[in-house]
């Protein structure tokens, strides 16, 4: 049987993707029609592609139908309940970089820091009669964050797209999103706190620890370790 | 352990809050989830099911069984009332898999404002004797005392609300108040914000519900605030001295009183636990060998407003504690809109119960 490996079946990610295993000689193409998703590796023996949207990638891994995989690690910290017992992160790729970050109005000049941000939410309760709404689709991440920052009174609103634009349209308060430049949110008259992130994510090679593997398997995976020049600690086949 | 065996127990400890006078009440398990998230805020979504129904809106699984119980004794309007309840409740386990995300619960609430140290010791005596085959040990505190304390403190009132309501998550209040003492820097961008003349004026564009307005409100409190006097090192050791009790209920409460000379402020608190410990003593409690401590309850137990306590296996500090429970006055005030009803009470897990007997 082949490792199967997981990549994403389009736009930015899977081009990126395919350049990287590219400069490690691991050719990565899509085969038949445009519209098929199919795909074929050259020049390591025995990895078979599977296409797959970058956010079902996580789940594919835990649940062990593909052996290595390559999407962001904000998908696979809000997607997968402990995580690092049921992937391995193999290697950061260096590349689709983005920063889960809690943004508020740029108007809001009196909140720069999650203590600020708390100290709103509570008067806004207050005034308002409901609790400050953060429109996001990283329920558990921005949760967790909040919890962990010691920020009451506020709600959060589930937000699958455009985001950045919910807070002008009255439906929230504040976001928390991915972004890399900070432009969609300046262009939509929102700042970012001055604290640390909620989660630093890049595009990352990931391996399950729970997908089968056999002899052959083992082979595969050292065989391309070997073709992307990994360092020796980040070459595990176990566990 | 078997569901069966849980099962038999939660009956016989449910026979025993009934001949205590409690009387049966059931709950739907399917509860509106508004109530609780309203109570505890987004971080229940993390540790409770919730699911959509197109008609009645986000429900819950019930979690837990006091707010419902609350909620009817309220609106029937009955002046005092006991009740008993047993059943599931449901508990998502995002963090700890290994634990019961499922489990019966049974419980004892008492609604009487009559003699609330007579009642505290009364639901404590009573959890005491159902569980005293077990040979656990119980934990003691007094939420009422840590509140009295922030209540009394010489800083403003807007400093005081802000103590008061994070009072249940330890590491924020000890940074509000390194903050109000300043022994935590003022932060760079507030340095900013206080320095400009008019920071509303580089604003170009207004979005969302809140308003300039409020913005200008909480930059006139944070002007206020700064201008206020840094919070006594005294106080701040007195907040700590508080915290800091920790010794059996007797030695406790003589250490309480000698704070208490220094911060009147908790002096009604401290009698009210003198009194529920003389109480206790009369209702058979080992008085002078029972644990108290001033932070207890303080991060896992956020709707208790005073008396607390919780029953643990001292052999087996992997499992929850056995029972908990405590006085919660100021949920039926927020439940009653306007109405109280003075209440305490507590809950037993009778599947940790038969952890504890299938190992010994």
Redesign the interface.
């Known amino acids: 049987m082949s490792v199967k490996l997981g990549v994403p079946s389009k736009g930015r990610l899977m081009e990126k993707t395919f350049e990287w295993f590219a400069q490690h000689g691991v050719m990565l193409s899509r085969t038949g029609s445009e519209r098929e998703y199919a795909g074929a590796v050259a020049g390591v023996e025995g990895i078979d592609l599977v296409l797959l949207s970058a956010g079902e990638i996580p789940r594919e891994l835990a649940a062990g139908r593909i052996h290595l995989g390559v999407t962001g690690t904000d998908l696979i910290r809000e997607k997968l309940v402990q995580w690092d017992q049921k992937v391995e992160e193999v290697c950061a790729l260096g590349f689709g970089y983005a920063d889960l970050v809690v943004a508020v109005p740029q108007a809001w000049v009196d909140v720069d820091t999650l203590d600020d941000l708390d100290a709103a939410a509570s008067a806004f309760r207050a005034e308002h009669g409901f609790r400050l709404r953060i429109a996001t689709k990283y329920h558990r991440l921005t949760r967790e964050y909040l919890r962990h920052g010691g920020v009451a009174d506020y709600q959060l609103v589930d937000s699958q797209g455009a985001t950045e634009g919910t807070v002008k349209n009255l439906t929230a308060e504040a976001i928390a999103d991915i972004t890399s430049s900070g432009e969609t949110l300046r262009a939509n008259h929102l700042k970012i706190l001055n604290e640390e992130p909620v989660l630093r994510s890049q595009a990352t090679l990931l391996r399950s620890r729970t997908a089968p593997r056999d002899s052959q398997h083992k082979r595969a995976l050292i065989a391309l370790y070997d073709a992307l020049g990994l360092d020796v600690r980040n070459r595990m086949v176990e566990g | 352990m078997t569901i069966a065996a849980q099962r038999a127990e939660a009956q016989r400890l449910r026979s025993a809050f009934e001949a205590a006078g409690g009387q049966p009440v059931e709950c739907s398990i399917l509860q509106p989830a508004e109530l609780f998230?309203d109570l505890y805020?987004?971080?229940i979504?993390?540790r409770a099911y919730v699911t959509q129904d197109p008609g009645r809106g986000e429900q819950m699984l019930r979690p837990d069984f006091t707010l419902p119980v609350v909620q009817m004794h309220m609106s029937q309007g009955a002046e005092t009332g006991r009740y008993t309840y047993s059943g599931e409740v449901f508990r998502r386990q995002?963090?700890h898999?290994e634990r019961a995300s499922e489990y019966l619960q049974v419980g004892y609430e008492v609604f009487d404002g009559n003699d609330p140290a007579a009642v505290d010791a009364e639901v404590f005596a009573l959890f005491s004797d159902v569980l005293r085959p077990f040979g656990l040990r119980a934990s003691t505190g007094d939420m009422g005392i840590l509140l009295a304390a922030v209540r009394g403190l010489e800083t403003s009132e807007r400093r005081r609300a802000?103590l008061l309501?994070?009072i249940w998550?330890p590491?924020?209040f000890r940074?509000l108040i390194d903050?109000f003492s300043g022994r935590a820097p003022v932060?760079p961008?507030?340095a900013a914000?206080l320095a400009t003349e008019d920071?509303?004026a580089?604003?170009?564009?207004?979005?969302?519900?809140?308003s300039?307005q409020?913005?200008e409100?909480?930059?006139d409190a944070?002007r206020q605030d700064a201008a206020e006097p840094p919070l006594s090192a005294g106080q701040v050791a007195l907040i700590d001295a508080v915290l800091a009790v920790r010794e059996t209920c007797v030695f406790a409460l003589e250490h309480l009183r000698d704070i208490s000379v220094d911060m009147p402020a908790i002096g009604e608190a401290v009698e009210r636990f003198a009194q529920r410990s003389e109480a206790m003593y009369r209702r058979g409690v080992d008085v002078a060998s029972l644990d108290f401590e001033a932070a207890y309850g303080r991060t896992s137990m956020e709707y208790y407003d005073g008396f607390v306590f919780g029953f643990y296996a001292e052999a087996r500090p992997d499992l929850p504690p056995v029972a908990t429970g405590g006085r919660y006055d100021a949920l039926t005030r927020r439940l009653g809109s306007g109405a109280s009803a003075p209440a305490v009470g507590g809950v037993i897990r009778p599947d940790i119960i038969c952890a504890l007997e299938s190992r010994s």
């Open positions: 998230l805020g987004e971080d979504r993390a995002e963090d898999p802000a309501r994070h998550r590491k924020r940074a903050r932060p961008s507030r914000l920071p509303m580089g604003v170009a564009t207004m979005i969302g519900l809140r300039a409020e913005i409100a909480r930059i944070l």
